[in-house]
């Protein structure tokens, strides 16, 4: 773009010191930021991979309507959340994925992205054409998610959903494919964070947000392959947020 414009050749080395320079202009706001999603009633959250000097590095967001955090560490784990939010996000109801991260960390309520589950459900139809038990599952979500965008929401609906669902998880599917025990063991756990929709109308249904936020770093990714040092990613996801 210089080149062509001004007929001055630029440096990678020039380039790299605007961004440091930026990124150094940032922090002020960054750190303004990552308090205010801290405050936040809702927090959307995800997680992608990058490389950083030939290794793995993972990538974390959190944001809300107004707002994205972004920053990246080493780790996928635990510690890497609790660099950021030691002490959670006990004001915010949390929409993410099923990473069991997320549930370790101390926080008002979870909802689980629906669209996810759909997903994983739609997979189990097509391994298994003849058994419905995915079909109900999914029948049950699409129903939340409905109840949701009509505003038909009332006590007695949810009550007969839950029931539904328990009783749906409570079957047992030795009969079908592992995939299938291991799908439900894995909802099991989050059984009590599939419908705070329904009950908080400011949570979304699904963790597309999070996902949006995410895409600028996985077009980095195919484009650059890497990035050339741990600051130099720091930098990125700064100037990102």
């Known amino acids: 773009f210089f080149s062509d414009l001004s007929g001055k050749k630029i440096s990678e080395r020039t380039v790299q010191n605007i961004l440091k320079e930026n990124s150094n ?7 303004e930021i990552r308090k205010r999603i801290e405050c936040s009633d809702v927090v959307g959250a995800d997680e992608t991979g990058a490389a950083v000097e030939k290794e793995l590095h993972w990538n974390w967001i959190f944001q809300n309507d107004l707002l994205t955090y972004v920053f990246q560490l ?4 635990q510690e890497a959340i609790d660099s950021k939010f030691p002490n959670g996000l006990p004001k915010s109801t949390l929409v993410t994925d099923r990473l069991r991260s997320y549930f370790n960390m101390k926080v008002k309520n979870h ?3 629906l669209a996810h589950l759909l997903r994983n459900a739609e997979y189990l139809n097509e391994l298994d054409t003849k058994q419905d038990w995915s079909r109900r599952f999914i029948h049950l979500i699409s129903h939340s998610i409905d109840l949701r965008r009509t505003g038909d929401i009332t006590q007695r609906k949810i009550k007969v959903l839950k029931t539904k669902m328990k009783k749906l998880l409570g079957e047992s599917l030795t009969h079908l494919d592992d995939e299938f ?3 439900k063991k894995g ?5 009590d964070y599939l419908f705070t929709i329904l009950s908080d109308l400011r949570v979304p249904y699904d963790n597309n947000a999070s996902e949006r936020g995410v895409r600028k770093i996985k077009i980095k990714q195919k484009v650059s392959g890497c990035f050339r040092s741990n600051g130099d990613a720091d930098d990125f996801a700064k100037l990102h947020s």
């Open 111 to 113: 909802q689980v992205c």
């Open 25 to 31: 202009k940032a922090d002020a706001a960054y750190e």
């Open 187 to 191: 909802i099991l756990k989050v059984k």
């Open 181 to 183: 025990e291991t799908f």
């Open 74 to 77: 080493k780790s996928r784990g």
